[in-house]
């Protein structure tokens, strides 16, 4: 079955602009989370949604947020960028998230990567 | 909040040998023990996983080991190849007491080069 699929792969936006970025998970996960990867920070949980209810969030700014579908789609923005929003953007589909016992593996797209000039 | 810390951050070897990689978590609530594998522009991969009542798990020339009670656990891989040249990341699920669900934390990674 197809994986967890990302849009767009490479975006470059300047300060100040938003973007949104887009994930469709696994046929049938009705979970999914956001990591920002970086090089001095690792992975950072964003947020995680389920049943297109956000159920966990990390700790980012208001300017990060996200949203999920009923088909279970997720898209995130980021509003009035900055430089230090250039990272690799994942996301991760899960069948029943990370509330779950028994079911908490993630399957993550390839992700998106942001460049802020 | 869980804290997962990583060690070592790079990590060489030559073919055939050993490489275990190391992590310690803080959060004794933390039940699920996930390793993933970066390859160069792809998301992380889940290799092997360890839930904390379990105290070893293999799978052919990987493994994992857990210890509670230091709050450890490690990454074996045997007989390494090239192609397990990659950055490895650990990560530990902890149950969330405010808010619904659990939450997953990643530790910093390692950059894993096996010399041919």
């Known amino acids: 079955k197809a994986g967890v699929t990302q849009t767009p792969r490479y975006l470059i936006k300047t300060r100040g602009q938003q973007v949104t970025l887009s994930c469709s998970p696994i046929s049938g996960h009705r979970s999914v989370s956001w990591y920002q990867q970086t090089p001095g920070q690792g992975l950072q949980f964003l947020f995680e949604y389920f049943s297109e209810t956000q159920r966990n969030k990390g700790n980012f700014p208001g300017r990060f947020s996200g949203r999920q579908f009923s088909n279970s789609r997720s898209e995130m923005n980021v509003s009035t960028l900055e430089l230090g929003d250039s990272a690799l953007y994942l996301c991760?589909?899960?069948?029943?998230?990370?509330?779950?016992?028994?079911?908490?593996?993630?399957?993550f797209g390839a992700g998106s990567r942001l460049t802020v000039l | 909040g869980e804290n997962v810390e990583q060690h070592p951050s790079t990590l060489s070897v030559q073919e055939g040998d050993s490489a275990v990689i190391k992590c310690t978590y803080s959060?004794?609530?933390?039940?699920?023990f996930p390793w993933y594998k970066q390859e160069l522009g792809k998301g992380p991969q889940l290799i092997i996983d360890i839930r904390s009542n379990v105290g070893e798990k293999k799978d052919q020339r990987i493994a994992v080991t857990l210890n509670k009670t230091a709050k450890h656990f490690s990454l074996h891989i045997t007989e390494t190849q090239p192609e397990d040249s990659a950055v490895y990341f650990c990560a530990a699920l902890t149950p969330l007491i405010k808010a619904a669900g659990n939450k997953l934390t990643f530790g910093g990674g390692t950059r894993v080069l096996v010399k041919p």
């Open positions: 959060d004794s609530a933390s039940n699920y």
């Open positions: 991760a589909s899960s069948a029943k998230g990370q509330g779950a016992s028994g079911a908490n593996v993630l399957t």
